[in-house]
């Protein structure tokens, strides 16, 4: 049989290709599943949209995934391996990656030493994400860069997914502009690229907001049966990943959907805004919740409390007399408690001020800051101009980064723990405030163009 010269050269190329390929599953199996599974997020991101969007997330895409393998390569490369088995960008990912290897040994019989076994199955720091990392290694072996491809594969698949669910009502530019924000910003970035529990869940967070969507909207009973049992079940996984997780996005969305159904019906929002204040009134006056809540107000001081002992930068929100002692906080006086409440909601927002910066990683970390600043001034535009598009969607937005946001204001008290955990609520705030920052625009360049441009599109579509 005689082969023409393109046939050859075919075949030559794919030998190659496949010889390549068998390279770098024998170095690094991981990486080849990672670009797998970017091949799969590319078909998944880009399917059903017009060509010029698909390259956009295209180029999105391959420069997010560019920048975070480089990061990882440049972290093993600047490994010295002849002293440290691997490198790591956190502290406790070294926590994470060696408590994952000896799981992994326990469940294929290879004998490790008793303190790493008891470390392996220690309570303290304890969450489901170890077990995702065992199970990774067990299939192919230890991987303690291949890691990071995992949770570099979890937050593109979260911040995609997050696009596609959004892209349908609040229009391409906000979408977009949501999406450069929640990969592109450095401290997210960084924490994309870890082997910690962010990434995973982040994405079981977004998978649960889909399920409610679809929940909802589906008038079929089956699938809203199946979704409701899905949503059940994330939410309990959630609460694996990170302690108070079930609570959190299981809050989150119950908020999201009873705001909604506010929403929806005027006359019961307007019902609701008068009674509310008479009804916690009045349950409050029974002295058995006056304890209960005032107990919960307690243990989230005591949280606190607890963070501003930790070294670090830190910063304060209860009266400088109980950080002496912690039994003080027993004696929490009502006036105390409340100002404790709202200094937690503006620290949350505010930590750090520009004028506080107590080192050169925090001066480099104060262009974000402002752009932090930026969104939040944006969030209430933002979320006006959503309702009007999609209720649903913009209220489970709302219900989850309120959520997330609240309970991270009252516990925390070390900035670097604060600007980190952020990443629960911030992708939200910035689906939102991106929606304002585009209506704007629109109307900013309306009334220059003045009626001319009235019959163009608004840009956020």
């Known amino acids: 049989m005689v ?54 997330l295209t180029a999105i895409l391959v ?35 060696r408590r994952s290897i000896w799981l992994r040994n326990v469940a294929l019989d290879i004998p490790i030493h008793s303190a790493d076994l008891i470390y392996a199955f220690d309570e303290s720091g304890w969450t489901s994400h170890l077990y995702v990392l065992a199970f990774a290694q067990v299939l192919v072996g230890p991987s303690p860069y291949g890691a990071h491809l995992i949770g570099i594969a979890l937050y593109l698949f979260a911040a995609f997914m997050l696009f596609r669910l959004v892209r349908p009502s609040f229009g391409r530019a906000p979408s977009l502009m949501g999406l450069v924000l929640v990969l592109f910003l450095p401290s997210f970035f960084a924490w994309s690229i870890s082997a910690l529990k962010e990434p995973l869940y982040f994405l079981m967070t977004v998978s649960g907001m889909s399920l409610a969507v679809r929940l909802v909207r589906d ?37 999201g959907l009873l705001a909604v159904w506010l929403v929806r019906r005027p006359r019961a929002l307007v019902a609701v805004a008068v009674a509310l204040p008479i009804v916690i009134g009045a349950t409050l006056n029974d002295p058995k919740r006056q304890i209960r809540t005032y107990s919960l107000v307690q243990m989230a001081a005591r949280q606190h409390w607890g963070h501003v002992q930790t070294a670090g930068w830190t910063y304060k929100l209860l009266d400088e007399h109980y950080y002496h002692d912690i039994s003080s906080i027993d004696g929490l006086e009502f006036v105390d408690a409340a100002r404790y409440l709202v200094r937690a909601v503006e620290r949350y927002v505010t930590v750090p001020w520009p004028w506080e910066a107590q080192s ?9 800051q402002i752009v932090w600043y930026l969104l ?20 489970l937005l709302l219900g989850i980064g309120a959520v997330a946001a609240l309970a991270i204001a009252l516990l925390s008290g070390n900035v670097g723990t604060l600007v980190r955990l952020r990443v629960l609520a911030f992708p939200y705030v910035a689906t939102l405030s991106a929606v304002g920052a585009c209506e704007l625009l629109t109307m900013a360049t309306r009334r220059e163009d003045g009626p001319v441009f009235e019959k163009a599109e608004p840009i956020w579509q």
């Open 219 to 255: 008038r079929r009973w089956p699938i809203k049966l199946l979704s409701l049992a899905a949503l059940g079940a994330i939410v309990a996984a959630v609460g694996t990943v990170r302690d108070g997780g079930a609570v959190l996005t299981g809050g989150g969305i119950v908020l």
């Open 376 to 395: 939040v001034a944006l969030l209430p535009i933002g979320a006006v101009f959503s309702l009007r598009r999609d209720s649903l969607l913009t209220s």
């Open 63 to 97: 420069i997010a995934v560019a920048l975070r393998v480089a990061a990882v390569a440049g972290l093993f490369a600047m490994t010295d391996h002849t002293h440290t088995p691997f490198g790591t960008f956190f502290g406790d990912e070294e926590f994470y990656l």
């Open 3 to 56: 082969f023409g010269a393109g046939r050859v050269k075919t075949w030559i190329v794919a030998t190659l290709v496949g010889i390549s390929i068998g390279i770098v599953y024998v170095l690094s199996p991981l990486t080849a599943w990672f670009v797998a599974a970017m091949w799969a997020l590319h078909r998944y991101a880009t399917s059903g949209l017009e060509a010029d969007e698909r390259r956009w």
């Open 360 to 368: 050169a990683a925090a001066l480099a970390y104060m262009p974000e």
